[in-house]
C-alpha cells in the first residue's frame, strides 16, 4: 500500500471540452421530446479524458488494503484469499450479454450452474433446498424470516409475533427482524458466551416465531447444547434461524441442518470466497429444511423430470418475491469454482484448518492479551484487550497500531459482551509465516503499551491519512463534491 | 422541581410547564452529541413514550418523556449547536411541554433515587 | 505434495502448530460438537477439479445457453461497458477489501463512493445519497419504509401501476410483511392517473407515493404538480428512474420529489443475467438522517488533509440495533466504484448522447415496425426515450414474434401479455440488428 495520501478527487481533474467516451455514429432521425418532459439543467459530472480517468482511479487504489495487500483478520468476515480464477470466469462475456428476460430454453446453462451451486450448498448447508437470490447476508437474513413468516402465516398462527436474538448478536440479527415485521426479543449470554438455556426457555411462548442463532458464536464457541435447543425452539412451535456469518469452520465438521437448524442463509463473500469488493456485490442463499422448500421466494430455479431447467416465477405459497431476478448471478459463478476446486475433500479440510490458525494465534497471544472465555476456539476468538489495563492502551489504539505495523485491524467493540473486544479471525488461506508476522505485532504492540504506551495511544503514525475528525464529520455532513 | 426517568430523561418542572431534556450522567455517556432529533411544536407527547433521539458519532438512544402533553417549543439552539448538551445538559433542555397529566410526576425518580441508579450503572 | 493451491500448511506445519495448540490433532479442536452432529462420512460433493478442467466444465455450461440480440430492457439494459472499468475494478485493492472500517487505510473506498454520491446527487437534483442499495427494486422498497417512518403512525403506501411489475412484486413483498398498506394507483392510456392519486390522497393516511418515469411501458410520466399535491396531503413522493435516464429527462429533484430511487445498471453495467447490479438512493436534507445504507462524509485528519469517513452512523443497525433505518450492513462498494468510472468517462455529454442514440434508434425503430402493419404503438400520443410498447394486429401474438426473432438470434423484448411487447432500444444496436427485426416482422 501506497503510504502517501492520493487527495485528488476525480472532479479536481475536470476540464471543460474534455470527454473519455466515444460512442457509434447512427443516421437515425433526432427525436423531439416535449422540453417540459426534459430535464433543464446539466448534470455537474467530471469532464475528463480516459488516461486521466485510468491514473486517477490507479492511484486511488494504491491508498487501499485488501486481503491481496496484506493480513486482514476481520472477525466474523471471513477475509480470505478470493481466487482468480473465479474472477476470469465471471467476466466471461458470454454471461455478461445475458439479459436476465432471456426465455428459460435460451439459458440452461446458466440455470444448470445456479442449480448445481444450490444444490452443493444444500449438501454442505444439510437442508433440503437453497434460493440464491438474496443480494447479501442481511438480505438473507430477511429472506430467511419471511420464509418463517410465511409458514407461520401459512399454518395461520397470527400470534408469533416476536423473534428471539442473543444479546451477543451481530445488530443485522435484531434489525432483519424489525424489517420482517416483527418484535425484538433478547435472550441471555452464559459467562462461556453460550445461550442461557433456561432464560430461552422461559422466553419460549406461543408468540415466538423464530430464534437466530449463529453457531459457532460470536465469541467463537460452539453451542455444544444446540441439539436441546432445537428441541426446546421446536417444542414452542418456532422455527431455528441459523445466521451463517460463522459456517467456515463448520466445514468438513457438521451441518447445520443436523444441528437442527429450520433455515439458514450463508455469505458466498464470506465462506465461498467470493471478493467482498469494498462492501459489496455479496449474495446471500437462503437454505431450507426438506418441507419448507414451498415458501422460498419466486423466482426458483427447478430440474424438470426431462433434465432440463425452468424458472418458476409464480409459485403462490412462496413469501413473494425480494429480487427482480435471480439475485446477483457472477458471484455464484465464482463461488460455484470455488467448491469445485476444493472438491469434497478440500470443502472438508477448510473449517479444520481456519479453526487451527485461530487457536494458534489464540495460544501466542494469551499470555499478553486478555481472553475471557477459556477453551479451544473455533475460526475467531475475542480478547478483552491487554491484561496490563494499568497502561490505558485501548482496543482501538491496538487497532490503529496494527495499521502501522503492514495489518488490517481486527473487528474491535464487537461483541458487546466485553468493553475491549478485539475479535481475530485468520481464515484457512493464511501461511503459518504470516501468522507468526501477525503474532509478533501483536507482542511488540503489547512491549510498547507497557514501555512506550504514547506511540499506541497516538497511532497510527505511518497510514496515509491519520486520525479523521468523526464529530466534525457527522456534526456538519459534507456528503458530496458541491459541499467542500 | 427536577424528575428523571430511569432512561435518563430529565423534567424541569416550572408550574405547569416541563422543560425535557437529558441528565449530566447520560451526556456524558453519550459522548460527543451530533444531532438531536426533535419533534415539532404542536406535537403530543405520551409519559412513556418515544419524542425523538439524540445521536453522538457511536452511539444513539431514543428520548422518552417523562410526562404527556403538547410541546410549546422546541430549542432550536440545538439544531445548530448540539453540543450544547454536553455543555450544560440541564441548561439545554430539548423542548418544552405543556403538562396534561400532573398525576404522571408522580411516577418519576427524585434526584436521589435517580442519583442511586446512576451509581449502580456505572459499575 | 501440497494440500491444495488455496491452502498454504503442509503437514509439518498443521503437526507444529497442533503441538504450539497443546492438543493431537485437528479433531481435538472439535471436542466441544456432540458426536451425533458430526458430518458423517464425506460431502457428497464433487471431487476436485484443477483450474484447467474448472475452465473447460464452466464454457461447457456456458455452450448450453444461446446469446441472443438484445432488444429487451424492463429494467435491465444492454449499455456498452468502456473497457477501462473492468481494468480499474478488478484491481485486487479495490476487489479485496472489505466495508472502509479503518478509514486511515480505505482513503481508495472510501473516496470513491463520495464521488459517486456526489455524481448521483447531481443527476437527481437532489442533496444527499447513499452508497447501499442492491438494486432498483429493493431501493424503492427501502424508500417506502423510510416514507412510513418518517410519517410516523400512517402507514397507507400507493403504488403507480405503471411500476415495473419485478419491482412492485419487491414493494409488496417488504410491505406484506412490513405491515404497510400498499395501494395500487390506476393508469390511463398507459401512464398513471392523476384524478386517481387526488381521490386516493383525499382518503387520508398515506405516507408515500411512489412512481416510476419513464414508466414499465417506456412512457414518461408527466409529474406536474404531484409534488405540491402529495406534500399538501403530508406525505412523500418517491420517483423511480434508470440512472442514465436522468441526464435527459426531468430529474427528481426537478419533480419536487422528497426520494429518487432506482437502478443504476443503466450506468453501463452488464446484464450479467440479473445481477450484480446497483440501486441508488438519494433524499433531502431534512430526510438525510431517516435514510439507510452507509454514507460517505468529508472531514480532516489529525494533519489537516482532507479525508474522508464512514458518517451518520448513529442510523444504522451495528447502533441501533432493531431500531436502524434499515437492516442493509454494508456499501455496494465495486458497483458505486463502476458507476462512478462510467460517469467520470462519460461525463454529462456522453451519458446525454447515448440517450439521444438510443432514442432516435428506438423511434425509427418502432416507426418501422408500425409500417409493417403487423404491430403498433400501443400509446400513440405519449412520449417515450428509448423503451416502447407495441400491440401485436390480429392475428399476430407476441409468442409468434417473439418466437420469429429467436430463430434469428434476437431476444425482440418482454412481452406484458400475448398482444403486448416492450421493446427497448441501446446505443449498442446495430443498423443491421434493427434491420433484421424489422424484416423479420415483415415475414411474420
Redesign the interface.
Known amino acids: 500500500?501506497n503510504r502517501k495520501?492520493?487527495?485528488k478527487?476525480?472532479?479536481d481533474h475536470s476540464c471543460p471540452g474534455?470527454?473519455?467516451?466515444d460512442?457509434?455514429h447512427?443516421?437515425?432521425?433526432?427525436?423531439k421530446?416535449?422540453e417540459?418532459?426534459?430535464?433543464?439543467?446539466?448534470?455537474?459530472?467530471?469532464?475528463?479524458d480516459?488516461p486521466t480517468?485510468?491514473r486517477?482511479?490507479?492511484n486511488?487504489?494504491?491508498?487501499?488494503?485488501?486481503?491481496?495487500?496484506g493480513f486482514?483478520p476481520?472477525g466474523s468476515?471471513t477475509?480470505?484469499?478470493?481466487?482468480k480464477?473465479n474472477?476470469?470466469?465471471a467476466?466471461?462475456p458470454?454471461?455478461?450479454?445475458?439479459?436476465?428476460?432471456?426465455?428459460a430454453?435460451?439459458?440452461?446453462?446458466?440455470l444448470?450452474?445456479y442449480y448445481m451451486l444450490q444444490t452443493?450448498l444444500s449438501?454442505?448447508g444439510g437442508m433440503g433446498e437453497f434460493t440464491l437470490n438474496p443480494?447479501?447476508?442481511?438480505?438473507g437474513?430477511?429472506t430467511g424470516?419471511?420464509v418463517i413468516?410465511a409458514y407461520h402465516d401459512s399454518r395461520d398462527d397470527a400470534a408469533r409475533t416476536k423473534v428471539i436474538v442473543p444479546d451477543s448478536a451481530?445488530?443485522?440479527n435484531?434489525?432483519?427482524?424489525?424489517?420482517?415485521?416483527y418484535?425484538?426479543v433478547e435472550v441471555k449470554s452464559l459467562p462461556d458466551g453460550t445461550v442461557d438455556l433456561d432464560d430461552l426457555r422461559s422466553k419460549l411462548d406461543g408468540t415466538i416465531a423464530a430464534v437466530m442463532l449463529t453457531n459457532p458464536n460470536t465469541v467463537g464457541?460452539?453451542e455444544?447444547r444446540?441439539?436441546e435447543i432445537a428441541e426446546a425452539v421446536h417444542a414452542a412451535g418456532a422455527l431455528l434461524y441459523y445466521d451463517g456469518a460463522n459456517l467456515n469452520p463448520m466445514l468438513?465438521?457438521?451441518?447445520p441442518g443436523?444441528?437442527g437448524f429450520d433455515v439458514m442463509h450463508i455469505n458466498l463473500h464470506k465462506t465461498f470466497?467470493t471478493?467482498?469488493?469494498?462492501?459489496?456485490?455479496?449474495a446471500g442463499p437462503v437454505g431450507v429444511r426438506k418441507g419448507l422448500e414451498e415458501f422460498l421466494?419466486?423466482p426458483r430455479v427447478v430440474k424438470t423430470d426431462d433434465g432440463r431447467y425452468d424458472i418458476i416465477t409464480d409459485s403462490p405459497s412462496a413469501?413473494?418475491?425480494?429480487?427482480?431476478?435471480?439475485?446477483?448471478?457472477?458471484?455464484f459463478?465464482k463461488a460455484w469454482?470455488y467448491?469445485?476446486?476444493?472438491?469434497?475433500?478440500?470443502?472438508?479440510?477448510?473449517g479444520?484448518?481456519a479453526?487451527?490458525?485461530a487457536?494458534?494465534v489464540m495460544?501466542?497471544l494469551r499470555d499478553l492479551y486478555l481472553l475471557p472465555i477459556e477453551?479451544?476456539c473455533?475460526h475467531e476468538f475475542v480478547f478483552d484487550g491487554l491484561i496490563d489495563k494499568s497502561t490505558g492502551v485501548t482496543t482501538l489504539n491496538i487497532?490503529?497500531r496494527l495499521?502501522d505495523l503492514g495489518f488490517?485491524?481486527p473487528?474491535i467493540y464487537?461483541p458487546l459482551l466485553f468493553h475491549e473486544s478485539l475479535m481475530i479471525e485468520p481464515t484457512?488461506?493464511?501461511?503459518?509465516e504470516t501468522l507468526d508476522a501477525f503474532i509478533a505485532a501483536m507482542r511488540r504492540i503489547a512491549q510498547e503499551a507497557a514501555e512506550n504506551p504514547e506511540i499506541v495511544k497516538t497511532a497510527?503514525h505511518d497510514?496515509?491519512?491519520?486520525?479523521?475528525?468523526?464529530?466534525?464529520?457527522?456534526?456538519h455532513?459534507?456528503?458530496?463534491?458541491?459541499?467542500? | 422541581m427536577i424528575y428523571y426517568l430511569p432512561t435518563h430523561e430529565y423534567a424541569r418542572i416550572e408550574d405547569n410547564i416541563a422543560y425535557i431534556g437529558i441528565s449530566k450522567f447520560a451526556a456524558q455517556q453519550l459522548g460527543n452529541v451530533v444531532y438531536v432529533d426533535m419533534p415539532e411544536e404542536g406535537d403530543d407527547v405520551t409519559a412513556g413514550e418515544e419524542f425523538g433521539a439524540i445521536e453522538s458519532v457511536k452511539a444513539a438512544s431514543d428520548l422518552y418523556s417523562p410526562v404527556s402533553g403538547a410541546v410549546i417549543e422546541i430549542n432550536e439552539h440545538l439544531i445548530d449547536n448540539p453540543r450544547l448538551v454536553n455543555e450544560d445538559p440541564e441548561a439545554n433542555w430539548i423542548i418544552k411541554v405543556e403538562m396534561n397529566e400532573p398525576a404522571d410526576l408522580e411516577k418519576l425518580l427524585s434526584p436521589e433515587a435517580y442519583a442511586e441508579l446512576c451509581a449502580k450503572e456505572q459499575h | 505434495m501440497a494440500l491444495h493451491k488455496y491452502l498454504p500448511h503442509t503437514d509439518d506445519s498443521v503437526r507444529q502448530m497442533l503441538e504450539a495448540c497443546g492438543v493431537a490433532s485437528l479433531d481435538e479442536l472439535y471436542a466441544d460438537v456432540p458426536a451425533e452432529l458430526r458430518l458423517k462420512g464425506k460431502y457428497a460433493l464433487p471431487e476436485a477439479l484443477a483450474e484447467s478442467e474448472i475452465a473447460y466444465a464452466f464454457d461447457s455450461l456456458m455452450r448450453r445457453n444461446l446469446p441472443l440480440v438484445c432488444f429487451a430492457g424492463a429494467g435491465a439494459y444492454d449499455h456498452y461497458t468502456p473497457a477501462a472499468i473492468p481494468a480499474m475494478l478488478s484491481r485486487s485493492e479495490f476487489a479485496t477489501a472489505y466495508t472502509p472500517y479503518q478509514p486511515e487505510i480505505s482513503q481508495g473506498t472510501l473516496q470513491y463512493i463520495f464521488e459517486y454520491q456526489s455524481m448521483m446527487c447531481s443527476l437527481t437534483g437532489l442533496d444527499v445519497s447513499n452508497a447501499s442499495m442492491y438494486d432498483g427494486a429493493t431501493a424503492t422498497a427501502e424508500a417506502m419504509i423510510m416514507a412510513v417512518n418518517s410519517a410516523r403512525k400512517r402507514r397507507r403506501v400507493l403504488v403507480s401501476a405503471t411500476l415495473n411489475p419485478a419491482t412492485a412484486a419487491v414493494v409488496n413483498t417488504y410491505a406484506r410483511y412490513h405491515r404497510i398498506a400498499v395501494e395500487v394507483i390506476p393508469q390511463k392510456d398507459g401512464v398513471t392517473d392523476r384524478a386517481e392519486l387526488e381521490m386516493m390522497l383525499g382518503a387520508g393516511d398515506v405516507a408515500g407515493v411512489i412512481v416510476q418515469t419513464p414508466n414499465y411501458r417506456g412512457l414518461l410520466e408527466d409529474l406536474s404538480g404531484w409534488a405540491d399535491l402529495i406534500h399538501a396531503a403530508k406525505a412523500l413522493l418517491i420517483i423511480n428512474t434508470p440512472a442514465i435516464a436522468l441526464a435527459s429527462v426531468k430529474s427528481q429533484g426537478e419533480w419536487g420529489a422528497d426520494i429518487a430511487v432506482g437502478d443504476a445498471q443503466s450506468l453501463g453495467m452488464p446484464l450479467n443475467y440479473g445481477g450484480p447490479y446497483l440501486g441508488y438512493m438519494c433524499t433531502t436534507n431534512a430526510l438525510m438522517r431517516k435514510m439507510p445504507g452507509r454514507i460517505v462524509g468529508a472531514t480532516t485528519d489529525e494533519l489537516g488533509q482532507r479525508v474522508f469517513v464512514l458518517t451518520l452512523q448513529a442510523r444504522e443497525q451495528h447502533i441501533r440495533r432493531q431500531k436502524a433505518t434499515s437492516n442493509i450492513c454494508s456499501n455496494q462498494g465495486i458497483m458505486t466504484l463502476h458507476a462512478a468510472i462510467y460517469m467520470s468517462l462519460m461525463g454529462a455529454d456522453g451519458l446525454r448522447e447515448v440517450n439521444r442514440i438510443s432514442a432516435n434508434a428506438a423511434h425509427y425503430l418502432a416507426s418501422e415496425l408500425q409500417n409493417t402493419g403487423k404491430m403498433k404503438l400501443s400509446n400513440p400520443s405519449k412520449p417515450y426515450l428509448n423503451e416502447f410498447t407495441m400491440t401485436m394486429t390480429d392475428p399476430y401474438t407476441t409468442g409468434q414474434l417473439l418466437d420469429a426473432l429467436k430463430q434469428r438470434g434476437i431476444l425482440g423484448g418482454v412481452a406484458i401479455d400475448d398482444r403486448e411487447v416492450i421493446i427497448a432500444v441501446t446505443e449498442k444496436r446495430t443498423p443491421q440488428e434493427i434491420n433484421e427485426y424489422i424484416e423479420t416482422v415483415i415475414n411474420l
Not at chain 1, 18 to 21: E, I, K, V
Not at chain 1, 135 to 139: K, L, N, Q, R, T
Not at chain 1, 319 to 331: A, E
Open positions: 500500500m495520501l492520493y487527495d478527487l476525480i472532479f474534455r470527454g473519455g467516451y460512442l457509434p447512427r443516421i437515425y432521425p433526432d427525436v421530446l416535449p417540459d418532459l426534459l430535464r433543464t439543467d446539466t448534470p455537474a459530472l467530471p469532464e475528463v480516459e480517468v485510468v486517477h482511479y490507479t486511488q487504489s494504491t491508498n487501499n488494503f485488501g486481503v491481496d495487500t486482514y476481520l468476515c477475509m480470505k484469499y478470493n481466487p480464477i474472477e476470469a470466469l467476466a466471461n458470454a454471461i455478461a450479454g445475458l439479459h436476465p428476460h432471456q426465455p430454453d435460451t439459458v440452461q446453462g446458466a444448470q450452474l452443493m449438501e454442505i443480494f447479501a447476508g442481511a438480505h437474513e430477511l424470516l419471511m413468516h451481530h445488530g443485522t435484531p434489525a432483519s427482524a424489525a424489517v420482517a415485521g418484535e425484538v464457541m460452539f455444544r444446540i441439539p468438513g465438521v457438521a451441518r443436523d444441528m470466497s471478493p467482498h469488493g469494498g462492501g459489496g456485490p455479496g421466494p419466486n413469501l413473494g418475491r425480494i429480487s427482480s431476478w435471480l439475485g446477483n448471478y457472477t458471484v459463478i469454482a467448491i469445485l476446486s476444493l472438491g469434497a475433500n478440500g470443502v472438508a479440510k477448510v479444520p484448518l479453526t487451527l490458525n487457536n494458534y495460544h501466542a477453551g479451544p473455533k487497532a490503529k495499521l488490517h485491524a473487528t464487537f484457512e488461506t493464511e501461511s503459518r497510527p497510514t496515509p491519512a491519520r486520525r479523521p475528525d468523526d464529530t466534525e464529520a457527522a456534526l455532513p459534507k456528503v458530496k463534491f458541491a459541499d467542500l
